[in-house]
């Protein structure tokens, strides 16, 4: 990484974009706003479910990959306190609301959690691992019930970003957690809280 030009470059650019973690604010999961929007349809209630399932929390999540990535080039340990600081505020994220957005919207930014996840899990003590797991399995649940409603109202046609998001989460999962087959497919058998 040091000889390089091109690999110093890219830890440069992944190093600046983790640097925002030092004065970036980690969200707050706002939740009262779902009493007035889930009376309404989910045709009017986009721009509040953009904003409180992607905007307001996706920003800290991708920051978490890149510290993440950069500890693991580096060995630098401050990073590495970013990407722990992240997943654990993250761990108490509530997937609740309804809407055909959500599981795109959550797919995107749950996915860099995971990839920070997988560099530094092993940092973590079990209660800390038990809590993020226990993130990622609400994670699955959740998209994959926006999934399955996607499939059963079919409001954006057959084949569309919604399902490519969908599915690379439950694959990202499925890799990670040692899940031997496809998402629609549960075979029994336990792996650190998952139930799969």
């Not at 983790?18 to 349809?41: Q, T, Y």
């Not at 991708?62 to 761990?91: E, I, M, P």
Request: with cysteine; hydrophobic share 45%.
């Amino acid at each position: 990484m040091a000889s390089e030009p091109w690999a110093k470059d890219i830890v440069k650019r992944l190093r600046q974009s983790a640097d925002g973690l030092s004065s970036e604010p980690l969200p707050v999961f706002e939740e009262d706003w779902w009493i007035e929007a889930s009376a309404k349809h989910w045709s009017e209630i986009y721009p509040q479910i953009n904003h409180h399932t992607n905007l307001a929390v996706a920003g800290p999540a991708g920051k978490s990959a890149d510290a993440a990535l950069v500890w693991a080039l580096t060995g630098d340990g401050r990073y590495l306190k970013f990407a722990q600081d992240v997943l654990c505020h993250y761990a108490d994220y509530r997937f609740f609301a309804k809407h055909p957005d959500i599981g795109l919207n959550w797919s995107t930014w749950c996915i860099r959690l995971l990839q920070a996840y997988e560099l530094v899990n092993d940092t973590f003590d079990e209660s800390d691992a038990s809590k993020i797991d226990d993130f990622f399995r609400r994670a699955l649940d959740g998209i994959l019930d926006n999934d399955r409603w996607w499939i059963a109202e079919n409001p954006g046609g057959l084949y569309n970003n919604h399902f490519a998001w969908h599915k690379l989460w439950a694959a990202a999962c499925g890799l990670y957690f040692g899940m031997p087959r496809s998402m629609s497919i549960m075979p029994s058998r336990a792996i650190r809280g998952f139930v799969i």
